[in-house]
């Protein structure tokens, strides 16, 4: 199928908003940070894979609809023209679809201005797509596939492994469950994106959150992604606050956890960039209700790559697999026995260049088939604690329990 594709400037006067996160209601899809970014709303076409050569098939189908599409661009702003936002899965394994989805309308915000974008359907059939939703079922989850005990024993079981030598570093996660039979994730999606606004507020084809972390970034070539590993609460006097900010950037632990993600991160990046750059040192990262140690990586992407050839190549990283990277997903599936779906897995939007933003779908859930799981993890290593990494998960699972 052809896609006709419409871009021009709009102002918040025609879209009867003060700000962008106000149209977040009847949308389907999101992607928001600091307030700027894409909102969609509908399904003009849907590319999905599976398996290992998920990535390089959806980039693949994707170059194939780009170059049937008829694009007229009056805006040439980042997210203009013809996008796409993607899910992923995390596991070559996993039974749900990988996915790319054109919507039939979206509005980008970027640089003080908005944009409209149309496919395959004129502007006043598009805008009545948009409605301001205001009510919608509360959740309330229990334990999953994975209750609070069997996490604990997964950790102490991975501590083993990592002792005898196998891997160096395991991340497990835990989920939990709710009905959710008439959801609409976007009031809480609104609150999020006020509480983090530097994260990444997501939505795409049921898959919503807000990660603090870049998976990848891509803007005319010019590679950016920051990698996060090492988690400390935070504190609620400032004092205390500072000195476990400060106390994290100095832990060996983190740190040790820290450099296995940055090498993951670099070391698959080599193909396919070249001025590969990593901060000096790694700097405490202030969220709402977390510390991360953090270190930001640039680089520049040869040529003939897309964002999408990029993803095949990063995910998993150590942040959210382990290292070595083969040996740590096979124990992450033994040890967990459940399919994670696209948690932890890329989510975020790709245009018709194949440039894109893409985060890690953390702190976030799955909504489908009228029930919602939650899923939170930590990076185990040698010095982790089982009941100290599950106390971490509980302050991961905060965004999703507090706003949903």
Known sequence: MSLVVVSRRITAEELGITKFTDLL??????????????????????????????????????????????????????????????????????????????????????????????????????????????????LSFVSGKISAEDFSKNVADAINLISSGLVSKIVLARDLVSEASHFNPNIGLRKLSEKFSSCYTYLVDGMFGTSPELLVQVTNREVSARVLAGTAGRGTDVEVDRAIGDALSHSHKNLAEHKFAIDSLTQAMQELCSEIKVSEEPFSLALPNLWHLASDVTAILSDDSTSLKLLQALHPSAAVAGTPREKALELIESIEGIDRGRYAGPVGWVSASGDGVWAIALRG????????????????????????????????????????
Request: net charge negative; hydrophobic share 35%; glycine share 8%.
């Open 365 to 404: 859930a799955q909504h489908r088939n009228n029930q919602v799981v939650a899923f939170a993890g930590c990076g185990i290593v040698s010095e982790s604690e089982p009941e100290s990494e599950l106390a971490e998960t509980d302050l991961k699972f905060k965004a999703v329990l507090e706003n949903f």
């Open 25 to 138: 209601g009847s949308n389907t899809s999101c992607f928001i940070k600091d307030g700027v970014g894409l909102i969609g709303w509908g399904e003009a076409q849907r590319l999905s894979a599976t398996g290992k050569s998920r990535f390089e098939d959806l980039d693949n189908s994707w170059k194939e609809v780009v170059e049937s599409a008829e694009i007229s661009d009056q805006v040439n702003l980042e997210g203009s023209g013809l996008i796409a936002f993607g899910a992923m899965a995390f596991s070559t394994n996993s039974q749900i679809e990988s996915c790319l989805v054109v919507p039939k309308l979206v509005i980008g915000s970027t640089n003080g201005e908005y944009f409209i974008t149309t496919v395959n359907t004129d502007e006043t059939q598009a805008k009545a797509l948009i409605q301001n939703l205001t009510e919608t079922q509360k």
